[in-house]
């Protein structure tokens, strides 16, 4: 299970500072066993609605062939996963992370309250609820407060609001495109003299305050975090750089880490023929090169990746060789200590909800699996439907 | 107008009874609607009361007015860059446009609708109709409501965005549909999903030709549909009258106007008293700004996070002067708002979720470059005349500040105002 001690409290022990450190941390943690690291999550999220049933292929089930005439995926190119399922071929890099037992495919995972629109339904997903409106905290956010853990970092790897999800935290969130995104460039000139502005501000004022002062203490990490950065393992997609990103913050993490990341992109409304195999492509690629690039850092054993989208598409395809919204639809999670395979059962395409797949495993039980199990928090609830039905760590 | 609202924060405002009108108020008013205005022209505003005020935000100079010309050429930069597929040249000169307007109102609004239906250049391509919907905006943006939610239904950029294009009779796509009750007109839990389906088939047809709208009556399903209760064999045209006539239509829109300008609203009788006000002036875009921008909940109202575009312009309209249009937009983007290209059709964060520490450090780092000046990748440039360092702070930040100095270069201007522009009492209007 988690680690019991963590670096910085290891390097206490040693009587080194927790800064400006002398020891390379890697050599600390060398090796298998021994002294492990915090435990670290990232969320990749396919905005837009991922496709089900073209990512993972239902590859036997003369269904899948009636309903996807246009954008079906020929038999003989899909990787067989098991029996009844096969991946989509652009997602071929993931193939030996699967076959290695590191990397676990959920096919129908959702909610049982589904909400067809983007933003209630996303909103649904980082609140942990199945039912919410305008939700003020999200799952991770909720399960740290309930835990009553401070000790841990929170990032957003990309650009725009920070996600739902770490709403409610007792930390912070880090915003960050690009290692240099935090890098002050040109400072302006500081405290004026006898030159601040009066009047109003208030608590909002105090909050801005705050992450600019949170902002300028990232600053310091960066310089040993570029150091740690190995892009050469990771294609050119955009994805990857914000992945290099993460795997750079894991390797200098010293505290459990939670990550939020995402590839947008995925409404595929129409011409889904064209579009979605680029989006495979991307996420795949994207996703091995990690996967290598933490084994290279020996963080594999400690990191957890948790991929799901807002939800799957419509079984039929529409006029416009697209997919419309629609209900359930895959998660994949991947790490060393990831118990792989399929969880779940196959898809039913027989009985079909409105159109759309069925829910097999509620979100919220995957959720409360990786709050539990990767981040070792206490006190969680666990309020979901249809549970998984085995633990995710082996 | 005769409808004389009965919330308490809904009645106009009088300076002396209920609270004083000088610079700081006055910098309110145009730091909000109108992207800020220099400490000389803020002092001029402010001594000649609210009315003049209101008058100097709502009213379109004249179209004598020199300034006219230099703002004209701009907006047919604009359009050439669009035409050679040149995105940072159109982003570039609406950025220039906001700094230069002689009427910054409208393109404070082009801005929010911009931000409403918010569209963008990465899925549409078509810069030319990216372009045209900005005009669209500009030009409507102030007028009555539903001409302009009807304009919107029929651009190109928009028919492109949300598969318009590609609906047919056959096989009607739902994303138009829904957007259009989730987010452009009713909000979510106002409508059904049966709404949402009929109302993708009353919208076939509605295509594009040569880049233009075009009704192609044989992809129209024509047969008989209910939309929001109203059944018949619906056209596009009919939906948009139903949204025209729809109450919570006018609610939704009038609530969000008062939340970008005013503040967030926490109270149900004030969100249906401005639906009802909406409604007074017949849905009139400027006339329902004027009235709320001289309510006394707009004077009451607590601070709001500026957002980049307000916050980058403001600081340069704030100084009386020009930057490079190209090198604000780098900033922008690192800012998390890049014109033209809005995260998703939700538009960009509001409030506190601008501020990340990326974005907080990038805000910070477009301060440095504030500070120096003409030397700096910003380029300003700026009549020099002294300013006094308090008339300074208060466009900048609307407060002043005790300190009595005067500043007589524009190297020592740039300077201070790189020093408010960092500090997050500047991020607030």
Known sequence: ?394 | MTHAPKHPLLRPYRPGTDGPFGPEQAAKLLRRFTFGAPPERLLDVASQGLPRTLGAIFERPPAGDPRWKAYRRLLTHGDRAARRGDLEGMQSGWVVRMMMSPFPLAERLSLFWHDHFATAASKVTDLPAMQRQNRLFLDAGLGKFPALLGAVARDAAMLIWLDGVTSSKAHPNENFARELFELFSLGIGHYTEDDVKECARAFTGWRLKKGRFHFDPSQHDDGEKTVLGVTGPLKGEDVLEILARHPRCARFIAVKLWTAFVGPIEDETLGRELGRLFDAVKRDIRSFLRRIASSRGFFLAEPLVAGPVEFAIGAIRGLGARASGSRVVHHLKRMGQEPFNPPSVAGWPTGLGWITSATAVARENFAGEIAQGTDGHLNLRRRETPVDLSALALAMTGHAVRDPARLETNADIFRAAGRFVGQPQQWIL
């Not at chain 1, 040693?14 to 999550?41: C, E, F, M, S």
């Not at chain 1, 880090?174 to 009047?199: F, H, I, M, N």
């Not at chain 1, 529409?318 to 999670?333: I, V």
């Open chain 1, 1 to 394: 299970m988690a680690p019991k001690i963590h670096r910085r409290r290891f390097l206490g022990l040693l009587g080194a500072g927790a800064l400006g450190l002398a020891i390379d941390p890697a050599r600390l943690h060398g090796g298998t066993g021994g002294l492990g690291h915090p435990p670290q999550l990232v969320f990749l999220q396919l905005t837009g609605g991922n496709d089900a049933l073209n990512t993972v292929i239902p590859r036997k089930d003369p269904l899948y062939r009636a309903l996807r005439k246009e954008l079906g995926v020929p038999a003989p190119t899909v990787l067989p996963l098991n029996e009844d399922l096969g991946f989509h071929p652009e997602l071929a890099p993931l193939m030996s992370p699967f076959e290695q037992g590191h990397l676990a495919v959920l096919p129908a995972v959702g909610s049982p309250r589904p909400n067809l629109s983007h933003f209630r339904s996303l909103d649904n997903w980082h609140a942990g609820r199945a039912d919410l409106e305008h939700p003020k905290e999200g799952f991770v956010g909720k399960a740290l407060r309930e835990a009553k853990t401070t000790h841990i970092d929170l990032f957003h790897v990309g650009e725009g609001p920070t996600p739902l999800m770490f709403r409610g935290a007792p930390r912070p969130v880090v915003s960050l495109s690009s290692l240099d995104d935090l890098t002050l460039r040109t400072p302006p000139p500081r405290s004026p003299k006898g030159a601040s502005p009066e009047g109003a501000g208030g608590e909002l004022l105090r909050r801005l305050e705050a992450a600019q002062t949170q902002a300028r203490a990232m600053n310091a990490r960066l310089e040993r975090a570029r150091k740690a950065t190995n892009s050469a393992l990771y294609p050119s997609f955009p994805l990857a750089k914000r992945l290099a990103v993460i795997a750079s913050l894991i390797a200098t993490a010293e505290e459990p880490a939670v990550y939020f990341v995402e590839l947008s992109g995925f409404d595929t409304h129409a011409s889904q023929d064209v579009a979605h195999p680029v989006l495979l492509r991307s996420f795949a690629h994207s996703l091995a090169g990690l996967l290598a690039d933490l084994r290279a850092k020996r963080r594999f054993e400690s990191t957890c990746v948790a991929v799901y989208s807002d939800f799957g598409r419509r079984a039929q395809e529409n006029a416009s060789r697209g997919t419309d919204h629609g209900k359930a639809g895959p998660m994949f999670l991947a790490g060393g200590r990831v118990a792989g395979g399929v969880i779940g059962r196959p898809y039913d395409l027989e009985n079909l909800d409105e159109g759309d797949l069925a829910m097999d495993i509620d979100y919220r039980s995957v959720q409360h699996h990786l709050m539990g199990e990767v981040l070792s928090l206490k006190n969680l609830k666990d309020p979901s439907e249809r549970k998984l039905p085995r633990p995710i760590l082996g």
